[in-house]
């Protein structure tokens, strides 16, 4: 049975970071030292939620992007564009937004406008809180944000993978039409297990779904996102037999756990005021997961191709 297909394009100036950005997602950490200068286009392919995910790294130089313009098949059919941006080079700005802009208007004119997302990278942990950096952030926003055309904005930096894998993940799965259901039974799991954030992930890290209560448990969860790979880690040892993983943070509790929907691996983050929250799940994950079999099939169904 074939794998139904999704073109996912990576675009920018030279060296706005969209290859170490793959890599991170990839998690081949050793070769981001030594990147070269993307010659042309570059495909990777990533298997997400049974779907044969393409991936174009388009590189940035000057001589790339004219040749891209005379052959407009390089963005036809495209389902989500990724337009990286590096914020320390402010000088170029306005050369990315006409970039930017040249891409848009080719989707017009092709009459499919994909989900775009646009990584302001390179927001890196120390410079993060800078003023000259919150600046140009805001300027980044105000500059490519386009009235007829939906972006979504992410911050992001190799130093924080999950600050990558966070806009990845949106602009995946904003193409799915089952995301609302998916809502209400992550809502509903919530009100079952006492939990203040859920964060559902596939076997790629790639964030299906969440729930927060309010916007201080969502910063927590996200702060806590690296726990996962901690527990992925332990599982992998082949001496330890590591079901769940749960601490308790204060007043509230946390619960990670794999778990299998439709013969594939899913994490299940948790934080719950349950004080017995590994009975409360050991209870209700059952259910929850045989709701999850019919919502995670075909979830991300392609758009339709003109």
């Not at 934080?271 to 799940?281: E, L, N, P, Q």
């Amino acid at each position: 049975m074939n794998k139904k297909m999704l073109k996912v394009l990576f675009a920018g100036l030279h060296n706005s970071g969209k290859t170490s950005i793959l890599l991170a997602l990839q998690k081949k950490y050793s070769q981001i030292s030594g990147i070269k200068p993307t010659k042309g286009v570059e495909r990777v392919g990533f298997d997400v939620l049974g779907l044969d995910l393409k991936v174009w790294d388009m590189g940035g130089q000057t001589e790339f992007r004219e040749k891209y313009f005379e052959k407009e098949e390089y963005f036809s059919q495209t389902d989500v564009l990724f337009y990286v941006i590096d914020i320390l080079d402010f000088r170029k700005y306005y050369e990315a937004l006409t970039y930017f802009l040249k891409i848009i208007e080719i989707f017009k004119n092709q009459g499919k406008m994909p989900k775009i997302v646009i990584f302001i990278h390179k927001i890196d942990p120390d410079i993060q809180n800078d003023k000259i950096i919150l600046e140009n952030m805001q300027k980044i926003h105000l500059l490519f944000t386009q009235d007829e055309v939906e972006i979504a904005f992410f911050n992001t930096t190799i130093y924080n993978e999950w600050s990558i894998i966070q806009g990845f993940s949106y602009g995946l799965t904003s193409l799915s039409n089952k995301g609302p259901a998916l809502e209400t039974q992550l809502k509903e799991f919530a009100s079952q297990t006492n939990s203040t954030f859920i964060l559902l992930l596939d076997k790629n890290r790639v964030m299906i779904g969440s729930y927060k209560e309010d916007e201080m448990h969502k910063i927590l969860g996200d702060r806590l996102m690296p726990i996962i790979d901690i527990y992925s880690d332990i599982r992998n040892l082949s001496h330890y037999k590591l079901t769940n993983l749960i601490a308790q943070l204060s007043d509230v509790n946390l619960f990670v756990q794999r778990i299998e929907v439709n013969k594939e691996p899913y994490y299940l983050m948790i934080i719950s005021r349950s004080s017995s929250i590994g009975k409360v799940i050991e209870k209700t994950l059952p259910e929850f997961v045989k709701r999850l079999e019919e919502t995670l099939e075909e979830f991300l169904l392609p758009i339709e191709k003109l």
